[in-house]
């Protein structure tokens, strides 16, 4: 098992090395000069050139790369364009924002999917199932803004049971936050709730179909103890890879939640420097978010190599 981690993580730093340089040229190659989006439209060319050498954009690429790479190993972020200021400054705010309301959809989407997928497959043909799997179907396919207009007519303007916008005043208790915060959390476990469920039937029912669950049935064992020992566990390896890819997006894909209910979050933040051409601060957003997408991945293969040895085993042949 060690050396299975070793292996994935190794994995894992040089998927980020090359992640790392398609986030750094994917920026490179966007229109727009830096030192014409700082000084404004109507500097002089000869004031643009001057700061572009000052910010070391004029030098060759491999050279504004290498300077990026290792400043961020030294925890060296680089210095924010439009705010002048170095972004670690001013950027663990933003993520800390984002993974707030994304472990908050998170606690609440993944265990209910999981239950919804097992309630589907053990009822499977039924009309649990069909309504379950019709709902779960249903929901993925409404857009963020749709259902976030809606919730924001409905409970916000309309029974004004809960707040417009999702960032609750400075100082607010650990409640008053996750009241805030259940507007934008409900179109984000609309999107991702048919995901989870659907995978968590088909592995439950391959589970259930499977030869070991019909012999521990033969035996004569109860059926709940069917499910829990031989059934939960191999249903939900399937679904921790859906969970495993979906985490990135809860962190970074939520720029529609954000601009909706006035969250600044990462997505918002990096938006924003996308469009003022504030390089530095979108290659930390982005490269975050690449990181957050390979930790998922590499502590679901931890999970699943757990849950399945044979995983590990094949491996290591």
Request: hydrophobic share 55%; charged share 10%.
């Amino acid at each position: 098992m060690p050396l299975y981690v070793l292996k994935r993580v190794g994995l894992a730093l040089v998927t980020l090395v090359l992640l790392s340089l398609i986030i750094f040229f994917a920026g490179q190659v966007l229109p727009g000069n830096a030192g014409r989006a700082i000084l404004g439209p109507f500097a002089s060319q000869q004031a643009v050139i001057a700061l572009d050498h000052k910010l070391g954009v004029d030098r060759p690429l491999i050279v504004q790369y290498w300077s990026w790479a290792t400043g961020i190993l030294r925890g060296n972020l680089g210095m924010s364009y439009q705010q002048q200021a170095p972004v670690s400054s001013f950027i663990f705010p933003y993520i800390g924002r984002s993974l707030k309301l994304a472990a908050f959809a998170f606690v609440i989407v993944v265990p209910l999917s999981i239950l919804g997928g097992i309630i589907a497959a053990l009822n499977r043909g039924r009309a649990v199932d069909r309504i379950l799997s019709t709902t779960s179907l249903s929901l993925s396919t409404v857009p963020e803004f749709v259902s976030g207009v809606v919730l924001i007519v409905v409970f916000a303007l309309g029974f004004k049971v809960l707040p417009v916008s999702a960032n609750a005043p400075p100082g607010s208790s650990f409640i008053t936050q996750l009241k805030y915060l259940i507007l934008p959390a409900i179109p984000l476990v609309f999107i991702l709730f048919g995901y989870i469920a659907r995978m968590a039937r088909a592995g439950t029912i391959e589970a259930l179909d499977s030869d070991y669950v019909r012999t521990a049935t033969l035996k004569g064992l109860p059926r709940w103890v069917v499910i829990r020992r031989h059934v939960l566990r191999n249903s939900l390896l399937p679904t921790i890879t859906v969970i495993a890819t979906q985490t990135g997006y809860l962190i970074g894909g939520l720029v529609v939640v954000e601009k909706l209910f006035v969250y600044p979050g990462i997505g918002t933040l990096i938006i924003n420097a996308a469009n003022d051409k504030d390089f530095p601060t979108l290659e930390a957003g982005v490269l975050f978010i690449g990181m957050v997408y390979l930790a998922a991945t590499l502590i679901a293969d931890v999970i699943y190599t757990v849950l399945n040895p044979r995983i590990r085993l094949g491996k290591a042949e």
